[in-house]
């Protein structure tokens, strides 16, 4: 699958099926795609926990609040992404300059885990939404959470969807 195949055949996964556990070697491998992505001046300030059995389950149950995220509950792995320190350099430019890279460096890590695990054949859904106390302590985690990964092989039903995107020239500019 190349490049633009992952991009066509990626989307948020939002039924799983709950038979279907996934390989640990399809876990490695998307964990070592994940551990080569790159991030500001190398520093990968981020953390990545693995959550599997009763941790996903309860991490799960952590990114349902208020009615949202249902879907979770049948993802067998759980992918929780938490903040982690900068190299000095990275911290220095960061606050120099006023950008985030720590959020820029998650987006991409979560891109490359995303990726991989189309390749592998599995389902994804990046979530926002959840509680950061309630997953920190199932994981004991000391830094905030920034993103949750649901991981797993897609219903039947899940069938994929077709994307609403703006029209190319509504997105991108060319200047000379």
Known sequence: MNFHEIALNRQSCRSYDPDKAVDNEKITSILESA???PSACNSQPYN???CKGDKAKAVA????????NKFTENAPVMIVISEGAYVKSAAIG???KGNDYRSIDIGIVSAYITAEATVQGLGTCILGWFDDSKIRNICD???PVRLVISLGYASAD???RNKKRKSFDELIKTVE
């Not at 149950?61 to 949202?68: E, H, P, R, S, V």
């Open 35 to 37: 551990r080569i992505a």
């Open 48 to 50: 990545i926990t693995v």
């Open 61 to 68: 149950k952590a990114t349902q609040g208020m009615g949202m």
């Open 94 to 96: 960061s606050k120099i």
């Open 141 to 143: 985690l000391s830094t």
């Open 158 to 160: 899940d069938n994929l």
